[in-house]
């Protein structure tokens, strides 16, 4: 909205196709269509004055009708690790966080679907917190555009190749501007991310992981499990009250049958919790004859959980269960704990400051 009160079309709101089509309706050809996408993906224009090779009357109709939304960035921390977290604020006041993992050649951005979360996952931050809404497509996209923007500023020699949708929120409840910004981020004569490199954590809507398969969307697929019984994973996971974990696995067996894929599935090792003989036993079972890896991931403490981290040796007795089931597992390396670089911790205290 600009300072009349008129709506304004977010540039990053559209896949090329719908800027063609808005092209189209203003009575211009293709061309210009991708000579703005071209400005925006390929050359990151900070503004749409930059777009200098346009025609005066078209960039008149951009200023007047469409604007680049940019993220503010209201809090920057770098954990001794190298990992990178921006607390961003969006146009109406709203904060998500966007996280920057750095490996040896590459960088890795975390990148949140929603203001807040629905799914109310007992040990995470931002289920703790609740949900505020849904992230636009562009509002999705902009945070890849602003991780890249600081990768490439800051260490030139190390390119964001691999994108995980794995931030605040759940990118299934967020399931039409999701897959509109994977399809902005896949675009090959744009940022042109190979879909390999992107992967999406859902806790479980049985029904949208069918949708993704009957879609063929090509990126990856991760699965929160937390529990290999529905007692245990409901209390961890609230949405398994609404889909069992019989109707999660089937769903699951139907999208790898159909996209011949492998699904990676996240378990959060918490100690006393779920990382015992009996729980590794149960899921090693659960997920027989399943294209699956696991990934073990031990806690990261939020204040409002009591919960505790698995110890090593519970997590690699855990693991080595899981090997007599022929199911191939990876102990995760936790990053940026120094930073509060789970999802959901710096916006929560913030917000807490704030209210102070």
Request: glycine share 8%; charged share 25%.
């Given at each position: 909205?600009?300072?009349t009160?008129?709506?304004?079309t977010?540039?990053?709101d559209?896949?090329r196709?719908a800027?063609?089509?808005?092209?189209a309706?203003?009575g211009?050809?293709?061309?210009y269509?991708?000579?703005i996408?071209d400005y925006v993906?390929?050359?990151?224009t900070g503004?749409?004055p930059?777009?200098?090779?346009?025609r005066?009357?078209?960039?008149?109709?951009?200023?007047?009708?469409?604007?680049?939304?940019?993220?503010q960035?209201e809090?920057?921390?770098?954990?001794?690790?190298?990992?990178?977290k921006?607390?961003?604020?969006?146009?109406?006041?709203q904060?998500i966080e966007?996280?920057?993992?750095?490996?040896?050649?590459?960088y890795?951005?975390c990148?949140?679907?929603?203001?807040?979360?629905?799914?109310?996952?007992?040990?995470?931050?931002?289920?703790?917190?609740g949900?505020?809404r849904h992230?636009?497509?562009?509002e999705?996209?902009?945070?890849?555009l602003?991780?890249?923007?600081?990768?490439?500023k800051?260490?030139p020699?190390?390119?964001?190749?691999?994108?995980?949708?794995m931030?605040?929120?759940?990118?299934?409840?967020?399931?039409?501007?999701?897959?509109?910004?994977?399809?902005?981020?896949?675009?090959d004569?744009?940022?042109?991310i190979?879909p390999?490199?992107?992967t999406?954590?859902?806790?479980g809507?049985a029904?949208a992981?069918?949708?993704m398969?009957d879609?063929?969307?090509?990126i990856?697929?991760a699965?929160?499990l937390?529990?290999?019984?529905?007692?245990?994973?409901r209390?961890?996971?609230?949405?398994?009250?609404r889909?069992?974990?019989?109707?999660?696995?089937?769903?699951?067996?139907?999208?790898?049958?159909?996209?011949?894929r492998?699904?990676f599935?996240?378990?959060t090792l918490?100690?006393?919790?779920n990382?015992?003989?009996?729980?590794?036993?149960?899921?090693?079972q659960l997920?027989?004859?399943?294209?699956?890896?696991?990934?073990?991931?031990?806690?990261n403490?939020t204040?409002?959980y009591?919960?505790?981290a698995?110890r090593?040796?519970?997590?690699?007795?855990?693991?080595?269960?899981l090997?007599?089931?022929d199911?191939p597992?990876t102990?995760?390396q936790?990053?940026?704990?120094?930073?509060d670089?789970?999802c959901g911790?710096?916006?929560?205290?913030?917000?807490?400051?704030e209210?102070v």
């Amino acid at each position: 909205m600009d300072h009349t009160g008129q709506w304004l079309t977010n540039l990053y709101d559209l896949s090329r196709p719908a800027l063609i089509r808005l092209l189209a309706h203003w009575g211009y050809s293709e061309y210009y269509a991708d000579l703005i996408w071209d400005y925006v993906y390929r050359q990151d224009t900070g503004d749409i004055p930059d777009m200098d090779a346009l025609r005066p009357e078209l960039m008149m109709m951009l200023q007047e009708q469409t604007y680049l939304g940019h993220l503010q960035c209201e809090r920057h921390l770098q954990s001794r690790d190298g990992t990178q977290k921006f607390l961003l604020r969006l146009a109406d006041g709203q904060m998500i966080e966007t996280v920057l993992m750095p490996y040896r050649d590459r960088y890795t951005a975390c990148i949140s679907t929603q203001a807040g979360c629905a799914m109310g996952c007992v040990f995470c931050a931002t289920g703790q917190m609740g949900f505020d809404r849904h992230l636009s497509a562009g509002e999705i996209v902009a945070q890849v555009l602003f991780a890249r923007r600081f990768a490439e500023k800051n260490a030139p020699k190390r390119s964001l190749r691999n994108i995980v949708l794995m931030g605040m929120g759940e990118p299934l409840h967020n399931y039409e501007q999701t897959m509109t910004a994977i399809d902005i981020l896949t675009d090959d004569r744009g940022l042109a991310i190979g879909p390999r490199y992107i992967t999406l954590s859902t806790v479980g809507l049985a029904p949208a992981i069918r949708r993704m398969a009957d879609e063929k969307c090509p990126i990856n697929l991760a699965v929160s499990l937390h529990g290999a019984t529905d007692a245990e994973r409901r209390a961890l996971v609230p949405v398994a009250r609404r889909w069992s974990l019989d109707e999660l696995i089937d769903a699951c067996r139907y999208y790898s049958s159909h996209r011949n894929r492998r699904i990676f599935f996240e378990w959060t090792l918490i100690a006393g919790e779920n990382d015992t003989e009996e729980q590794a036993h149960a899921l090693g079972q659960l997920l027989h004859g399943l294209d699956a890896h696991v990934n073990l991931i031990p806690l990261n403490p939020t204040g409002a959980y009591s919960g505790r981290a698995s110890r090593r040796s519970q997590i690699d007795r855990f693991k080595a269960i899981l090997a007599e089931y022929d199911l191939p597992s990876t102990v995760r390396q936790r990053r940026g704990l120094d930073i509060d670089a789970g999802c959901g911790q710096l916006r929560q205290r913030v917000l807490s400051a704030e209210t102070v």
